[in-house]
């Protein structure tokens, strides 16, 4: 299961249902619609839509549930996090998640501590 990695600062407003969309730059789409990923200090995220988007296409509409005031915050800090070669280089996604609730997270951390010959057999 891929994990999504975040600062800090972001953990608490992901729990709290705040911060439900990152941008990410990549080389290609590494996750999809549908698909869990893995937050370390959150739990388990449902992926809801993957988009590859412009940067200078972002508005404020994007910055808010990624957690910035403007799209201007959002627009500095994603070039603090990528270098002026990676923007280049690399296309950038909008994802937008969910973190699951809370039965969903314990049932698959049991999931994972499981021995993978009983996971087979479920």
Not at 3 to 20: A, C, P, Q, S, V
Not at 48 to 57: F, Q
Request: glycine residues 6%; positive net charge; aromatic residues 8%.
């Amino acid at each position: 299961m891929p994990m999504l990695l975040f600062k800090k600062k972001f953990l608490n407003d992901i729990r709290e249902g705040r911060k439900t969309q990152t941008i990410r730059v990549w080389k290609f789409r590494h996750m999809r619609a549908g698909q869990r990923s893995y937050i370390p200090g959150v739990g388990y995220i449902q992926i809801d839509e993957v988009e590859a988007v412009s940067l200078d296409d972002l508005s404020d509409e994007d910055a808010i549930p990624d957690g910035f005031t403007t799209v201007e915050e959002l627009r500095a800090e994603i070039c603090r996090i990528y270098s002026g070669q990676q923007l280049s280089e690399r296309k950038v996604f909008r994802i937008r998640f969910h973190v699951l609730p809370a039965a969903e997270q314990t049932r698959l951390r049991e999931e994972r501590h499981q021995p993978r010959s009983a996971q087979s057999k479920g």
